[in-house]
């Protein structure tokens, strides 16, 4: 009986793997639409350069369910600040929403 229980606990954390919400990789790829966008303009595009060097050191932790959709996530730089975003994915892809 035992076993059956660890197969099925298996099997619902392998699907919530899969379902789940974004990872660090995803923030990053979404930074860099951001960034991208900001350099479009000769205005912003120096402060997008700025922004490149520091993504890196940026991951998500806390990220729940949001009821709006996506995912509500706590952004934390390396020095352990952390800022709450709300990340949607659309055709495959995540992004920042405001």
């Known amino acids: 009986m035992k076993m059956k229980n660890m197969a099925a606990m298996c099997g ?15 923030l990053q790829e979404a930074l860099k639409v951001q960034i991208d966008q ?13 922004m490149q060097a520091s993504i890196q050191k940026l991951h998500l932790a806390n990220c729940k369910s949001a009821d ?11 020095n352990g600040n952390a800022k709450s975003i709300r990340m949607i994915k659309v055709d495959g892809k995540w992004s920042i929403v405001a």
Request: hydrophobic share 45%.
């Open 12 to 26: 619902v954390m392998v699907l919530a793997a899969c379902s789940g919400g974004p990872s660090d990789p995803d």
């Open 38 to 50: 900001l350099r479009a303009n000769a205005f912003t595009a120096p402060m997008a350069d700025a």
């Open 68 to 78: 709006a959709g996506g995912y509500q996530c706590d952004m934390v730089d390396g």
